[in-house]
């Protein structure tokens, strides 16, 4: 410092000398997004790749070391760093000898790849959904999902079969007709609990699955093509439901409707599980940081969409392709405390919920919001149909017209549902051509509007055919819930794998897409206990089933705000 104030290099007022910010080649300068980039390119050799990644030529500027035009070109300076965001500098400059290098939050530079590497930071990170955290973690030679997708299925299998045919599984093992109707009970409910569970669950892993094997552009369609076999799915069971096979051949040949649903579900299911588990193999996490060349740069991992891959097979990772999550979670970890993040307790979910980044949150609460809506609507359609709009009455006697007339709406309702189904489907075709005009953010607000104005007409005026019509905006609304928030979360991931192999952002170490997917889903069974605690009694104090569909036209116009205000949306 004293030499340098003899040199005439540090003679001027603080923040005006060469190592205090006056010189505009060693300083900082804020990004389009709010960031700093630090410069510090003092050494001719350095300062002329700063001013080649800045693309500006050298010959066209003052002297380097001009000090009386320092303050010029800072501003030029300043004004071409806040042109591009700071992973943008970060890319242009990543690899070079500029000496430019990013600005890191305290939430980033615990999470910089060489702070990890060498264990200088431990931290008490979120814990995971258990579900989700376990397929995340998951080393089995078979890959990260289907161990757990193919569990699940089996269990959803078990409890239908349970549930369905409970009362032919006890009358064949009990004799005592006086012990038959409590066991019966038992084995109805018992499966219903694990159907249950397990189709709530295994949408996560599912979806996680798709992820991990498909490229970032892929992602989408594959939502686009989950959200129409779900809807043809739905229709195919509505349309089970609606049809009376007492008075069918089929019927009477398996015994009751029971069977018969038991019958078509479990052979879709199991064709359907079947199919998916041996379309795309998953590289097992454990194979895939050694199946890396050790020459390969960070930037290399991006995914790749010029070519058909087989997407997650070991053999396309040893060509070159590999999802940069699976190398960050499959490498050897070095910290200690890393192995202890994986613990799984019953805690797990809430703490994920709490310490996710604000964005994450709010999606999920959105995804709360809209589902809480549809659920009250579905929930309660046949009755709606039965009792308001055909003036049916559920608690009649069995035989009498009133009791008739509200099976009859119950089945027209049935259609009703088949009718969202099938739109639902179709929506989520056109979904495609939508988004390029409207973008996720017009979208997701459009199927939340459809839906809140299509269930207060028919609540404030029922009708068959009108109401049977808003069927298909309950299609909008349930391809939309499909589709577009888990388009988010795999934006989401996206945006911080860029930012993770430009080496300035978190590494995602503590929180995968299982853990998303499943935080994502778990809104599904919370909405569920919101609406089976609150609507029963709201029915009862209000002594009509139309105040539901009120109630659900109300949450999604509210939910409608919400996404609009505070969901983040990345272009």
Known sequence: MWKTQETGLWEQPRGQNILDGGAPFYTTYRTADGGFMAVGAI??????????GLGLKSDELPNQISMKDWPEMKKKFADIFAKKTKAEWCQIFDGTDACVTPVLTFEEVTHHGHNKDRGSFITDTEQRPVVGSASDHCRARWGRRRPYILSLGLMMLLGMAMYLNGDAIISALIADPRRKPIWAISITMIGVVLFDFA???????????LFDVCTHRDKERGLH?????????????????????????????????????????????TLC?????????????????????PQ????????????MYEY??????????VNQELVLQGGKTKNPAEQTQRTMTLRSLLRALRSMPPHYRCLCISHLIGWTAFLSNMLFFTDFMGQIVYHGDPYGAHNSTEFLIYQRGVEVGCWGLCINSMFS?????????????????????MG????????????????????????????????????????????????????????????????????????????????????????????NTAGSVVVVVITASAVALIGCCFVALFVRYVD
């Open 43 to 52: 050494e001719p050799q350095f300062y002329e790749l700063l001013i080649k």
């Open 199 to 209: 189709a709530d669950f295994i949408d996560g892993p599912i979806k996680a699955y």
């Open 225 to 269: 093509y989950h959200a129409l076999f779900t809807g043809l799915g739905g229709a195919l069971g509505y349309l089970l439901g609606a049809i009376d096979w007492a008075h069918l051949e089929l019927g009477r040949l398996l015994g009751t409707e029971f069977q018969v649903m038991f019958f078509f579900s479990s052979l879709v299911l």
């Open 273 to 293: 599980f079947i199919i998916h588990l041996c379309s795309i193999p998953e590289a097992p996490l454990r194979d895939v940081a050694k199946d890396i060349p």
């Open 296 to 307: 390969q740069a960070p930037q290399d991992l991006a995914l790749s969409s010029d070519k």
């Open 312 to 321: 997650g097979s070991i053999e396309k990772v040893k060509n070159g392709y």
């Open 425 to 445: 489907s179709l929506y989520s075709y056109f979904q495609k051509v939508l988004v390029p005009c409207i973008g996720l953010k017009g979208l997701y607000f």
């Open 448 to 539: 939340y509007l459809l839906f809140g104005l299509g269930t207060g007409f028919i609540g404030l005026f029922p009708n068959v055919y009108s109401t049977l019509a808003m069927c298909t905006l309950f299609g909008v609304m349930s391809s939309t819930l499909y589709t577009v928030p888990f388009t988010l979360i795999a934006v989401y991931h996206h945006e911080e794998q860029k930012q993770r192999a430009l080496g300035g952002g978190p590494d995602g170490s503590g929180r995968g897409q299982g853990l998303d997917c499943a935080a994502l889903t778990s809104m599904v069974q919370l909405a569920q206990i919101l609406v089976g605690g609150g609507l029963g009694l709201l029915v």
